[in-house]
């Protein structure tokens, strides 16, 4: 398979298919026809498409490499079963698919060897790896026949670290389950199917090496592994020593110094004081000048290293001119004939494409086509955050416009907001600038709370919508949302999409006269006010002449709510109503007694509720009129009884909530809907017609009869009309709640373990019932517990819940021993913690055996997080 494109590597690939990128000092490609030799597969046909020629024109018949090579010609993209059909004629007994363009020394005799014992019609070849979302990941059992297969889960979906490296064994057979011409995939449409219709798959776990090279950072692994002798490969050159090999033409003066592992190329020249402080590798016919240093790092072939330059951890590709005194820091990737003037410092980081020209003294602190990316993802479970001016800067937000401009077509109009902070203020301009670069026309909508932004989404139709706010959580920080154009945070597909169009910076730019122009629409926060008072019974909460208690949080929601509490006759106590930026962060021990002290005023002038509002309008705490503050889970639990009691109907949570919500739906005839964890993913299940109330379980409540989307100042209001209808009291209707036994617990899990963990829990209850909405629940008698990794830290939570408290409370207190099923020794003692009063446990619940940790840390964090 040689038709990848390798457009994550680029510029590496700019020039050059993925298969034909070095390794090594050999194309990545030539690495795998060498393994096929070495296990005596010796007629090999390769699939290529991208830039295919130059793979023809390398390895021709593939004589130099000891095999007979043909080409399958895609004309166009077909998918990875597709294009093997293109060779069907040609493959009419067992065949062997495997990746150009990954590197690896898997024992392919043994998986040929396997596959035949099991008599398979496909057999996947697996490998275990640290982060299993880029993969397909697979479940089999104790005989390897596959159970499940998930192509690129989330971290929710998460049930095996067992990849699929894209190597099968395969019988012709399997040509019967698809059309030819049509674009299929094995991961994705072939397997699936075999597997639906009883057909033998199975999976051979591999002991070999195995990368994707999918990445910067792996590519520069692969290579130094290979030194390492952690794959077994061969490498060009003769051996000198441990780990030092160099070609038998390359002119090494006698004053340079090689410190391994390093690989220096044929007719390579390395002048005197030049210090290679491996690993490293030099290409062929390049040349390195007087007192140069390399460390880590990586020079193609042809190069020029000037005199008294530094290299660190850097890559540099073919025919670079590096000229004297120059420095290359660590992550900087300098593309195909690309001129460093003397004297210029290249950032970490920094990527430069090929033919580019950089002036003598230049510091070069973005790459060439815009500014460096700052962090390998850009959207976290909560949509995108950065700390102000230093992760988020102008530059970033420009770039990020401009990408955010490549979604949708050219006139497009995109909408914008901000609250009042300066830094939004900031951000939003240059997002501005990147937009109307990229052809959209723009739609600034000044300050607004979050729910009137997406209201303005849903009516107008924009193809998108964005918000800039200070972080509620941190001041230091700002998130920036991204709306699709029913006010919805934008889906995986479309967040991956543009994450690719910024890392790879592949940017529209429009001629002068396509640039977008700036509206300012207007009465949007009128619109959105009288749309939530037409959803309101005023004729029945007028009456009540309720006494409420807002604090706003300096936020921008005070105009809007004042005046709906005005419409519904409220007696309004306003707390911090004036907007001012926040300045200083804010811990969680001081935000939990700033509510309590919201409490005590609530009774004081006996209000019948409390709220704090934060200040982008989308989440709230509610407090009695006894002066106590619901938690999260109770106000929800709240707010879902009186509103099914009102309105039977669907409620939506995330797939943590407690069995209290399945127990309240019951009750009045309506059901409890889980949702992924996530709030993006609640509000898209919330979209369901039944739907009558959803929440994320972190302050944000959506009513979708007036809008998919979280917002307190709707919640507020719906609050009042649903105590007004019922003639209950929030602290009523809290003591008529279902008891229920629920532990929320978060455990430490190292990136790299989570994968194994999930696999664990997975393989031991393969033949219980389980639920894979989010991670993994396992459903016991009378309850269930949950184990789901957390998508943004290095954690995972182990959630239980069940009917009986007491009988909860006794099994999460039935400890005996610490240690985590498929976690590592390492890690069980970093949960154990070190005088913070954590504690590992066993949870018990039925059949289920899980792990929790102390429950001290789960307050902190709600807190934290809200």
């Not at 593939?62 to 040609?90: F, H, I």
């Not at 416009?401 to 050219?410: E, M, N, P, T």
């Not at 994968?755 to 033949?767: I, K, S």
């Amino acid at each position: 398979m040689a038709g990848g494109e390798g457009s994550r590597l680029r510029p590496l690939t700019s020039t050059r298919p993925k298969p034909l990128v070095p390794v090594a000092g050999r194309p990545i490609m030539e690495h795998i026809l060498l393994l096929l030799r070495k296990h005596h597969l010796r007629e090999v046909v390769a699939t290529v498409q991208y830039l295919g020629a130059s793979i023809r024109n390398y390895f021709g018949d593939g004589s130099d490499s000891g095999v007979s090579l043909a080409y399958s010609v895609e004309d166009s993209p077909l998918g990875t079963a597709g294009s093997v059909r293109l060779a069907e004629d040609q493959l009419k007994e067992t065949f062997l698919v495997i990746s150009g363009d990954a590197l690896t020394d898997i024992d392919l005799t043994a998986a040929v060897r396997f596959h035949r014992q099991r008599k398979s019609l496909a057999t996947i070849v697996l490998k275990p790896v640290p982060n299993p979302l880029e993969y397909g990941v697979v479940v089999v059992d104790d005989d390897g026949a596959v159970q499940r297969f998930l192509e690129k889960p989330s971290w929710g979906e998460v049930f095996s670290d067992l990849a699929n490296t894209g190597i099968y064994i395969l019988e012709p057979e399997v040509f019967d389950y698809f059309k030819p011409g049509e674009v299929t995939d094995w991961s994705a449409d072939v397997f699936p199917k075999l597997l639906k219709e009883g057909e033998p798959v199975f999976g051979w776990v591999a002991d070999g090496y195995w990368e994707d090279v999918g990445s910067h950072a792996s590519y520069l692994k692969a290579n130094f592994d290979c030194l390492e002798g952690k794959v077994a490969v061969q490498i060009p050159g003769v051996r000198r020593g441990d780990a030092v090999w160099i070609a038998e033409d390359a002119d090494v003066s006698p004053d340079a110094r090689i410190e391994g592992p390093a690989l220096i190329g044929s007719a390579t020249r390395l002048m005197p004081g030049v210090w290679i402080n491996g690993p490293a590798v030099i290409g062929d016919d390049t040349t390195i000048d007087y007192g140069t240093k390399v460390s880590n790092s990586i020079i193609w072939n042809h190069v020029y290293v000037g005199e008294n330059c530094r290299l660190r951890g850097s890559v540099v590709c073919r025919a670079v001119r590096l000229k004297n005194s120059s420095l290359l820091e660590e992550g900087s990737v300098i593309g195909d004939e690309v001129v460093i003037g003397s004297g210029s410092i290249v950032n970490p980081g920094v990527k430069i494409w090929p033919n580019k020209e950089i002036e003598a003294g230049a510091v070069v602190n973005e790459s060439i086509i815009w500014a460096g990316s700052w962090k390998r993802g850009l959207f976290t479970s909560y949509g995108l955050t950065g700390l102000s001016n230093i992760e988020f800067t102008p530059e970033f937000a420009a770039k990020l416009g401009a990408a955010i401009g490549g979604l949708s077509a050219r006139g497009s109009t995109i909408a914008i907001s901000r609250d009042w902070s300066r830094a939004a203020r900031m951000i939003k301009r240059a997002l501005i600038a990147g937009l109307l670069s990229s052809g959209a026309n723009i739609a600034d909508l000044s300050a607004l709370t979050i729910p009137n932004a997406r209201h303005f989404a849903r009516h107008a139709r924009a193809a998108a919508t964005l918000h800039v706010q200070n972080s509620p959580l941190d001041a230091r920080s700002v998130d920036i949302r991204i709306f699709d154009n029913q006010g919805l945070d934008l889906d995986k597909r479309n967040e991956r999409k543009l994450e690719n169009l910024f890392f790879r910076e592949d940017i529209r730019r429009v001629g002068h006269y396509e640039m977008g122009n700036i509206s300012y629409p207007s009465g949007v926060v009128d619109r959105y006010v009288d749309d939530l008072l037409s959803k309101l019974d005023l004729e029945l909460v007028r009456p009540a002449g309720f006494k409420v208690l807002v604090d706003y949080d300096n936020g921008v929601s005070a105009t809007a709510l004042g005046r709906v509490l005005e419409e519904m006759n409220c007696s309004v106590i306003p707390l911090n109503a004036s907007i001012e930026p926040p300045v200083t962060p804010q811990g969680a021990d001081a935000f939990r007694a700033r509510l309590e002290e919201i409490g005590v005023i609530v009774r004081a002038v006996k209000a019948r509720m409390g709220v704090f509002i934060d200040s982008p309008g989308e989440r709230c705490f509610l407090i009695d009129e006894k002066g106590e503050v619901l938690d999260h889970v109770t106000a929800f639990a709240v707010l879902a009884e009186m509103q099914l009691g009102q309105h039977p109907g669907m409620v939506v949570g995330p797939a943590s909530s407690s069995i209290t919500f399945a127990m309240i739906a019951e009750r009045y005839g309506g059901r409890f809907m889980p949702a992924k964890m996530t709030p993006g993913a609640v509000l898209r299940t919330a979209q369901h017609k039944e739907t009558v109330l959803a929440s994320d379980g972190q302050g944000g409540y959506a009513w979708p009869h007036f809008g998919v989307a979280f917002d307190a100042l709707f919640t507020t209001a719906r609050a009042l009309e649903l105590m007004a209808a019922t003639g209950l009291s929030l602290h009523r209707v809290r003591q008529d709640l279902p008891q229920v036994g629920y532990r929320h617990e978060v455990l430490f899990c190292p990136w790299e373990a989570k994968g194994r963990v999930m696999r664990t829990v997975m393989e031991r209850h393969l033949r219980d019932r389980v639920d894979l909405t989010d991670g993994v629940k396992v459903f016991a008698e009378g309850g269930w517990a949950l184990v789901v990794p957390d998508p943004d830290h290095p954690q995972y939570h182990v959630i239980t819940s069940a009917e009986d408290p007491a009988r909860a409370d006794e099994r999460a207190a039935r400890g005996h021993g610490a240690g985590v099923a498929g976690t590592p020794r390492s890690a069980r003692k970093r949960a154990n913690g070190a005088g913070d009063g954590t504690r590992t446990r066993y949870l018990n619940l039925g059949k289920v055996a899980l792990c929790q940790v102390s429950y001290s840390r789960m307050h902190q964090f709600s807190a934290t997080r809200f």
